[in-house]
């Protein structure tokens, strides 16, 4: 099918009842479609919005193209839950049905406010000439679901010294005045966040850029959220134009934060240091946090990247979210953890303990196709170990403990159908051993895995392809010997 501009751009309402049956269909015989990650019913889901505790229920909304795995007239799509595990879906949440957002209800966030929800986002907007201009636009959802949007934005003009790639607010409250950051790019072609404030939520003020050490890191920050967790000040972005730095870098847009003193509002400056990676593995973007109830701040994001083909496009649907990770500040840097409630999903438990000594070893009951399994190995006398999953006779994905480089590799070459992308099969982060011992914590659903190393120090995520048949787990060690135990849990 060929995706023109027309076709793109339409109306759900334009839709034909026969075009949207044969569509959800074809996602239905989806061989890879998830078992407990929020996944759209048709078309393509990409950036985490309006992630919120409100009411008694955590909403979470998703940037949402109905009719195809390409990125056209985006709605915001409405899923909640009361325990981060159950999603209900609740429909289309904000509509792309004003002028300024003719051409899609763009990225944005939620704060509570007189007993209300409030939700900032972008609205994306074409000329005759196609020239860009976004508005920052507000909906307002009510205790008993109904969202109504503002006639007019809040937000109507880009400043001066800053380009139409001006989108993805992020909005918290300080007092008595509310603060949102907004991802840009300034006139020279590079990335930055900048600062509103408003008494109200509807009046808006410009304060001008966040001054940061990277005047010149990438040419367009997305999707940017700032918090403050455990007496630090911690800024989350997704720049652009990133080059590859050894392991790092390696995806075509990257994901992550810098930690350091609290944000100064009034001087505008973050001082903070190095940028690193929330997530090593191959698909990750554009997370977005909330805090709950109980004060945990909760991230999730989106698992896929933009301008990449994967295999479920041939079914009409593409990408799904992570699951939700708690977040908390250990030796400079960000722990992501699975959060807790995820355990309600453990049905049948399998446990081993086991030598591995320079063989690749099938253990009873160790199998599967959605999964958590966490393994420790220890008395590490071995130059590497680890673990393949999803394995068949032609199928395996292959995570490796380097013993001699200190490194975690995820190897998805031979993980099932591949994935068109220029950016490789294998990826790579540093990691110590941790008194004698690796621990790794996995979540394996029918399409994908996330990986937390040493108790979140390191997280890799990524989708993988295997066939229904692929459900061996197997571990290895090279030239030596390990100590393994493991236990997992089917979902």
């Not at 630090?232 to 050894?246: N, T, Y």
Request: charged letters at 25%; a neutral charge.
């Amino acid at each position: 099918m060929e995706w023109t501009k027309e076709l793109l751009y339409r109306q759900l309402e334009e839709v034909s009842n026969e075009e949207l049956a044969v569509l959800k269909s074809k996602v239905d015989n989806c061989p890879w479609r998830q078992s407990f990650h929020i996944q759209p019913n048709t078309g393509l889901l990409n950036d985490p919005n309006g992630f919120s505790y409100f009411n008694g229920e955590y909403h979470l909304f998703y940037q949402w193209f109905p009719l195809g795995p390409v990125h056209g007239l985006k709605y915001w799509y409405h899923v909640k839950s009361k325990d981060l595990v159950h999603w209900e879906n609740d429909g289309i949440g904000v509509k792309p049905n004003k002028y300024y957002d003719s051409h899609g209800a763009y990225s944005g966030s939620a704060i509570e406010h007189k007993n209300n929800l409030y939700l900032l986002y972008t609205g994306n907007t074409r000329d005759e000439h196609w020239v860009r201009h976004p508005f920052q636009c507000i909906a307002i959802m009510g205790k008993r679901g109904g969202i109504t949007k503002l006639d007019t934005p809040v937000i109507s003009d880009v400043p001066h010294g800053y380009t139409d790639h001006f989108r993805d607010p992020k909005v918290w409250k300080v007092g008595e005045l509310f603060y949102a950051i907004i991802g840009a790019q300034r006139s020279n072609k590079t990335g930055c966040v900048v600062l509103y404030s408003s008494p109200d939520l509807f009046k808006w003020t410009f304060e001008g850029e966040i001054r940061t050490k990277m005047d010149s890191f990438g040419y367009m920050w997305e999707c940017p959220d700032y918090f403050e967790l455990q007496n630090q000040g911690v800024l989350i972005f997704s720049p652009q134009g990133i080059e590859p730095e050894g392991d790092k870098y390696q995806n075509i847009y990257q994901s992550g934060y810098v930690l350091g003193k609290k944000l100064d509002l009034l001087q505008k400056v973050m001082e903070h240091g190095e940028f690193i990676e929330l997530d090593r593995g191959f698909d990750f973007y554009a997370p977005q946090t909330t805090i709950d109830s109980s004060g945990r701040r909760l991230l999730v994001g989106w698992m896929g990247l933009p301008e990449i083909k994967y295999p479920t496009d041939q079914n009409g649907w593409a990408h799904c979210l992570t699951i939700p990770r708690e977040l908390s500040v250990q030796n400079g840097k960000l722990i992501q953890q699975p959060v807790k409630e995820l355990e309600s999903l453990r049905k049948q438990e399998a446990r081993t303990k086991n030598i591995i000594n320079s063989e690749l070893k099938m253990i009873n009951s160790f199998t599967g196709t959605s999964y958590e399994m966490i393994c420790e190995f220890k008395n590490i006398d071995a130059s590497e170990f680890g673990i393949e999953f999803r394995t068949s006779k032609k199928e395996k994905t292959v995570l490796t403990y380097d013993v001699i480089e200190k490194k975690v590799i995820l190897d998805r070459t031979f993980s099932g159908k591949t994935i068109d992308s220029p950016f490789g099969t294998i990826r790579k982060c540093s990691q110590e051993l941790k008194q004698d011992k690796i621990k790794i914590h996995m979540f394996v659903d029918v399409s994908s895995v996330e990986i937390f190393i040493n108790d979140g120090e390191e997280v890799i995520t990524s989708r993988i392809f295997p066939k229904g048949e692929s459900t061996g787990i197997r571990f290895f060690a090279s030239r030596g010997s390990v100590k393994l135990q493991a236990v997992k849990w089917d979902y």
